[in-house]
């Protein structure tokens, strides 16, 4: 079973939506059982649960076809003091929401537990001869090693590479950028040598190397 509306769903869970194709969507989220299921499937994020109000989605508590992640609905009591048809589906709207809030802590669980992926491997090194600081952020890839640099003196106005040495004596360029970036900017390279076998990494520019970065 799909929608071709849920393609919709993370921008609307990112508050990417203008008000009017925002509108448009809660409408629809009323009406289609596949695209509340995975919204509650898409909703695990403390941050962007907090941006679904589960009162404005009005989701309908008595749906035929029920997402199997939402808690099942108690039969209702009968109220003595207030009028039943209201609190229940009150009732209901909570519950809903105490579903999506269940769903979320236990993707969030899984999220904070599951084996994360190697850590990233940190190398900075300083030239004092051209004043120029370097960080790279190594992360291990099936197709080698993505690289994440930021760069700190680097004459402005220049174009900057960095190539890539390995342990073999071989050399890769590892990305090409432009100087006049922010002394905060974190610039993505990439190179096919394992991290392991990385023997430097040298920021260039105009054939001079500012900066070497060793582990
Ligand atoms: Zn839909």
Redesign the pocket.
């Known amino acids: 079973m799909s929608?071709t509306?849920?393609v919709a769903l993370g921008a609307y869970l990112l508050g990417a939506l203008d008000p009017a194709e925002r509108s448009a969507f809660e409408v629809?989220l009323r009406t289609?059982a596949?695209?509340r299921r995975e919204l509650v499937r898409l909703a695990p994020l403390p941050g962007l649960l907090a941006q679904v109000d589960v009162d404005d989605l009005d989701v309908p508590f008595d749906d035929p076809a029920p997402a199997p992640e939402l808690l099942p609905l108690p039969p209702p009591r009968p109220e003595t003091t207030r009028s039943a048809e209201p609190s229940a589906r009150r009732r209901g709207l909570v519950l809903a929401g105490v579903g999506v809030l269940v769903v979320a802590l236990v993707a969030v669980g899984v999220l904070v537990l599951a084996p994360r992926d190697r850590d990233p491997v940190r190398l900075s090194a300083a030239d004092s001869g051209t004043g120029v600081t370097a960080t790279a952020d190594l992360v291990a890839k099936e197709w080698g090693t993505e690289l994440w640099l930021t760069v700190q003196n680097a004459p402005k106005g220049k174009r900057c590479k960095l190539v890539v040495h390995d342990r073999a004596g071989r050399a890769e360029i590892g990305g090409w950028w432009g100087t006049d970036h922010p002394e905060d900017a974190r610039i993505p390279g990439s190179t096919s040598f394992p991290v392991d076998q990385i023997e430097r990494l040298d920021v260039v520019v105009d054939m001079q190397v500012l900066v070497s970065v060793r582990p």
């Open positions: 929608c509306h849920t629809h289609c596949v695209c």
